[in-house]
């Protein structure tokens, strides 16, 4: 099945689910968009991430959604305006873990971290919105402890499951 197609098919029936708002589809939908999303960077949880103290946390959403809420000690990159020149620190053996919201820009992401040498590029399974879903703490653009996940847009909000959906830091 081609990409287009797994999103087309995906979204439609998430969309269904979603319509009826309880929070058990909710999270049934994230999980599905998830496996949608592909995984063609190799995944970790937001549990591995923990355990993984080495590797460097890049956030790969708008200026915005990071202002809003990221998971503390992310550098933020960016996908629009991501350039390889943003992680020229970062040694080539060094652990990579990208996030977005949900996965799908992050992977684009880390396909090109791999493209360019990164030896160990991995995606956060579900973003930023599995890891506040899981209790995880996130901070705002001051470093504050926040509750708040920006959703990137109304769609996209669909699968923030858990947190205070905000366009605004």
Partial sequence: ????????LGGAVLI?????????????ALNTMIKVVGNDVETVSPHELLAM????????????????????????VGYEDFRLAQVKDIDIETPIIVYC???????????????????????????IFRWIDEGFPVKDENGQLTTKVHPYNWFWGLFAVAGEKSYEP
């Fill in 1 to 8: 099945m081609k990409t287009w197609q797994k999103w087309a």
């Fill in 16 to 28: 269904m689910l979603l319509v009826l708002l309880h929070k058990p589809l909710q999270r049934l």
């Fill in 53 to 76: 103290k080495e590797a460097v946390l890049l956030d790969t959403r708008t200026d915005a959604e990071y202002a809003v809420s990221h998971i503390g000690g992310a550098r933020k």
């Fill in 101 to 127: 919201s949900l996965g799908a820009r992050s992977k684009e992401i880390g396909k090109k971290l791999q493209a360019a040498g990164y030896e160990e590029v991995y995606n956060l399974r579900g973003g």
